[in-house]
């Protein structure tokens, strides 16, 4: 995904992206072995994944995939959404998802 967000703005990646990822080899290796299938399907709680379809960081079947790979996952489209920002795109559609998942958890 960095490497999309950097292409989109067209800002050069070297030598930002590859210090990052010797950064994260030496500061905490365990995020290169970041699986987000594997870990959303040993959640032991409910996950909401608001994902905008027109994200071309993350695509739409990875948020899919995500939120059908939990126990308890919710999964909120953003018509026209991007990767960032949709609290600001449709703040409407944003705060009914976080008060509908949010408001089920009390229950």
């Not at 299938?37 to 071309?56: E, F, K, M, S």
């Not at 695509?59 to 609290?87: K, N």
């Not at 600001?88 to 998942?101: I, N, V």
Request: hydrophobic residues 45%; proline residues 9%; neutral net charge.
């Amino acid at each position: 995904p960095l490497y999309r967000i950097f292409r989109r703005n067209r800002w050069p990646s070297w030598p930002v992206i590859p210090l990052a990822g010797l950064a994260m080899r030496v500061v905490q290796p365990s995020l290169l072995r970041f699986d987000r299938l594997r870990d959303a399907a040993q959640l032991a709680c409910p996950l909401l994944v608001l994902h905008g379809d027109n994200d071309d960081t993350c695509p739409l079947a990875l948020g899919q995939a995500i939120a059908g790979a939990a126990p308890d996952g919710t999964l909120v489209v953003f018509p026209e959404g991007q990767h960032f920002g949709l609290a600001e795109h449709d703040p409407l559609r944003y705060g009914e998802a976080l008060a509908d998942f949010f408001g089920k958890l009390r229950e």
